[in-house]
């Protein structure tokens, strides 16, 4: 199993220098993606992963940094040549969200269709609304649970957690400090985790409504100072900054702030290949 980010920024303002967090894990031909915000086909393109090979997509959850694509990577995979199903998982309403946007592309999907001679689109999609945590699902390549992790207003964000013969990797979605995501991360290979570093707190404090955004920050999301702790409790081998905020912080600075964490960091940069052992 390979492990690339696809992106590693944080929040849906688009940057130069990262695409919206999302990252690619690569088992032999087939491809599992976690999120797909704005530009998530591009990245697999520039990483050298063909999205035909896309198997399966998961979604933590609605904030569109992380679910602008959920139409557009299928019908990509589907227009570089897929037939074979993609499963689609992510907390409710995944189901009604990709509808909807299927919809909306109808108009291409039935001239596409009838200009390419291609088997219709919709039905190689198989979505599911995850109302439980646990086991997602599993074959003979890979096991995926998830959790629920801590992102309010949203009744369910999700963690989740890929293992497979060749390593472990769980990604932490958007949320605060979770037990349930420590519990998830226990002793896997590698956390991806998403981190807020405090220059971004102090940059509002001069901003309009800066003290009701930084009490969002704070309650919704993971300041660095935490990050290192979490990891450590979880036993995991590799740490993965991402979901970074802000995006122009240098490496030093992220690494500077963490603390309490013995094992090995990286800070995350699109198109990165991160050893997964
Ligand atoms: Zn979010």
């Avoid at 390979?2 to 130069?16: A, D, E, I, N």
């Avoid at 520039?46 to 959920?70: E, F, K, Q």
Wanted: aromatic share 4%; glycine share 10%; proline share 7%.
């Amino acid at each position: 199993m390979r492990l690339v980010l696809l992106g590693t920024g944080g929040g849906p303002r688009p940057s130069g220098t990262r695409f919206p967090s999302s990252q690619a894990l690569v088992i032999g031909d087939r491809v599992i993606v976690v999120d797909c915000g704005n530009g998530v086909a591009k990245q697999l393109s520039s990483a050298g992963i063909s999205p035909r090979n896309l198997s399966d997509l998961l979604l933590t959850h609605h904030h569109v940094d992380h679910s602008a694509d959920l139409g557009y990577l299928p019908l990509i995979s589907w227009v570089e040549g897929r037939s074979e199903t993609i499963g689609i998982y992510g907390p409710p309403p995944t189901v009604g969200a990709l509808e909807s946007i299927l919809d909306g592309y109808e108009e291409d999907l039935r001239k596409r269709t009838a200009s390419t001679g291609r088997p219709p689109f919709r039905p190689m999609l198989d979505p599911h609304d995850i109302v439980v945590p646990g086991l997602v699902f599993e074959d003979d390549d890979v096991r995926v649970t998830a959790a629920f992790v801590d992102h309010p207003p949203f009744e369910i964000a999700l963690g989740y957690r890929i293992d497979s013969a060749s390593g472990s990797v769980v990604v932490s979605g958007d949320t605060a400090p979770s037990p349930n995501l420590v519990d998830l991360a226990r002793g896997a290979d590698v956390l991806i985790h998403e981190v807020v570093h405090p220059s971004a707190i102090t940059k509002l404090q001069n901003g309009t409504n800066a003290s009701t955004i930084a009490d969002h920050i704070r309650r919704n999301h993971t300041m660095l100072a935490d990050v290192g702790a979490i990891a450590e409790q979880a036993g995991v081998r590799t740490l993965v900054l991402s979901h970074l905020v802000p995006h122009d912080v240098d490496d030093g600075d992220w690494l500077a702030g963490l603390g309490g964490f013995s094992g090995r960091t990286v800070v995350g940069r699109d198109l990165l290949e991160v050893d997964i052992r």
